[in-house]
């Protein structure tokens, strides 16, 4: 049971609560937004759905709701900021809009983060970068260790996610944004919710041995790398999820997950922003024309199945984008109801009923 | 049965090859460089056992052996390169030294290359940035498709590989190199020769369907995105092989292989350098130690079985350069038989025996 609420409503929730929580209006209204992207674009996880994250690392006094970052570092092409412990959002806005001015100016930049938290939606990034006509990436890395090395039996990697997105003329932007795990927590849960064993190479046991019991999965929180088993090369994912980690951690010289200090309160995660201008490489749009032409070519694929379309990466998103812009975004029952409890905790209106 | 033959042997015979076919001295040194790369790092498929390919590309009159590559565009932080049809390992180690010097004035840099041919293995490139203590990535495009998108039945993508490499200090650099596709053609072959099936998720029929029959995988030549099926998140590599895509033929105008000219004489391959200075960031070698730190947490990780310890990425590559590089590279007798050959038809010395 999903209640549809204009997604207006949904950010003036999360926008409520941040304020709620101490977050300037600034800060809050920025914060919003990448979740606001998060549920128009049906990357579900990653939007409002992560309030009760939020207000459980605010609890353990994980997050600084009035952070100053400052930047350690400013070239004309690089730059390096300390979150101060704040929201990622905060900082990795700031970030990937420091790297689009930079990227503007000179045709390539990128910009690390440190010292920073949960971040919300890679692609929430990346896009910000399309949608000024620029190419953009985004790299993240994660406190909590889930994703078990190739042969191994404990996590090392956060999901580390990675998203890159390219602008396409008049179709909606090329948008990639994935987990570097084969499935997210999130489809374990799924399965254990309807009673299903899981896919062979999705989660491991305490062991290290495949396991397909969502039960299992979700007590050892140990995910595989992209591959999902080392003989449907597992170890690619693995390599992928390394580097993230460089990019996100070693670059900015955050705490990497595996071996960092747990007496320490901050998270101290780090991102990595990329911005490239594809006019610099080719001034008359011949890019931004032949990124449109790959995703028609792609669309354009012979099916396996005439019933399930080949589809473009970055469709998905723009399918959700069209329904829920106008139809609202579905709020299960039992996040409403969290969301309620966190908004009474903190005397934040309550804005997702009687629209 | 393959001979051992010293890696200066095997690289004198290719030099010797690429000077028959016409090639400069200096072209030719460059790209046996980057083939012994691949042989010395046991990335068999990429070095001298490419001798064949080329000769076939030589035949068809694709490959330029005197070319004149170009500067079309160039400033502090990008560059482009026409290399005139040339093969890819000239223009290649020409963009990544070229993204190098930028990046070591300026922090970062990239360069794209478009009207090249096959650059052998990424991962020569990325390690070149490595080895001078920069972090490197390579990315290319091919003319072949081979990988199709998820619930495709025709491939779109050529193998598209990446690289990626990070200096670790006194320890060998992390280094990561994958084709975006499961696995490579060669472990069709090799499933093939040992009579043995395809693991369910390699390859797939004319149809689209999943194949374990290395003889008709081999016939349609259709390759998954790593992931392998859709439940096991294929769309992944999909995004993947379409991000390299973007990056090696978008930005640089080269040919997309799917939608290509089949009347082209030329190749028209694009790839894509990356170089960033990672003192740019943190100027104390906080990078390079922390590089280190993570890779020694890889190979401390619990292994599921003791008798299969945990590798970190890098460490395949730097075994096999330990060993070839004092014992010299295998050389399978139907290799040996190819590349006499190729030296026997083009005139040139024949160095692989009598060492």
Redesign the interface.
């Known amino acids: 049971m999903a209640k549809r609420v204009p997604s207006a409503a949904v950010t003036a929730q999360c926008r409520e609560i941040f304020r709620a929580w101490g977050m300037s209006t600034e800060h809050a209204r920025v914060t919003a937004e990448r979740l606001e992207y998060a549920d128009l674009h049906g990357v579900d996880s990653h939007g409002i759905a992560l309030l009760p994250l939020y207000a459980r690392l605010r609890a353990e006094g994980r997050i600084n709701f009035r952070p100053e970052a400052r930047i350690m570092?400013d070239?004309?092409?690089?730059a390096?900021i300390d979150a101060d412990a704040g929201l990622g959002q905060v900082a990795g806005t700031r970030a990937m809009l420091l790297a689009m001015d930079k990227a503007r100016a000179?045709?390539?930049?990128?910009v690390?983060v440190r010292n920073s938290n949960h971040f919300g939606a890679a692609g929430a990034y990346a896009m910000l970068a399309a949608e000024a006509r620029l190419?953009g990436m985004a790299f993240s890395a994660a406190w909590d260790p889930a994703i078990?090395?190739?042969?191994?039996?404990?996590p090392?990697f956060g999901t580390n996610p990675l998203a890159?997105a390219?602008p396409a003329g008049e179709s909606p932007p090329?948008c990639?944004d994935?987990a570097t795990s084969?499935?997210a927590i999130g489809k374990l849960r799924l399965a254990q919710l309807h009673g299903r064993p899981l896919?062979p190479?999705?989660a491991?046991d305490r062991?290290?041995?495949v396991t397909t019991d969502p039960r299992v999965a979700l007590e050892s929180r140990m995910l595989t790398p992209?591959?999902?088993t080392p003989?449907?090369?597992s170890?690619?994912?693995?390599?992928?999820a390394?580097?993230v980690?460089?990019l996100s951690?070693?670059?900015?010289?955050a705490s990497?997950c595996?071996?960092r200090d747990r007496n320490l309160q901050q998270l101290d995660v780090g991102h990595f922003f990329l911005a490239?201008d594809?006019t610099?490489?080719?001034p008359n749009g011949?890019?931004e024309a032949?990124?449109a032409?790959?995703l028609s070519?792609?669309r354009g694929?012979?099916?396996?199945?005439p019933e399930?379309?080949?589809?473009?990466?970055g469709d998905p998103e723009a399918r959700a984008f069209a329904d829920r812009s106008v139809n609202g975004i579905p709020l299960p029952e039992t996040l409403m109801a969290q969301v309620r409890e966190i908004a009474s905790a903190c005397r934040a209106g309550w804005l997702l009923e009687g629209q």
Request: glycine share 14%; charged share 15%; net charge positive.
């Open positions: 570092r070239t004309a092409v690089i390096l000179a045709g390539l930049a990128a690390a190419v078990v090395p190739t042969h191994g039996a404990e090392r890159f390219a090329f990639f994935v084969t499935v896919e190479g999705w491991l062991t290290g041995a992209l591959g999902g003989r449907l090369s170890h690619k994912g693995y390599g992928l390394a580097l980690e460089i951690t070693m670059l900015s010289g990497y595996a071996t490239i594809p610099v490489f080719r011949g890019f032949d990124v032409g790959m070519a792609l694929t012979r099916p396996a199945r399930e379309p080949v589809l473009a990466p």
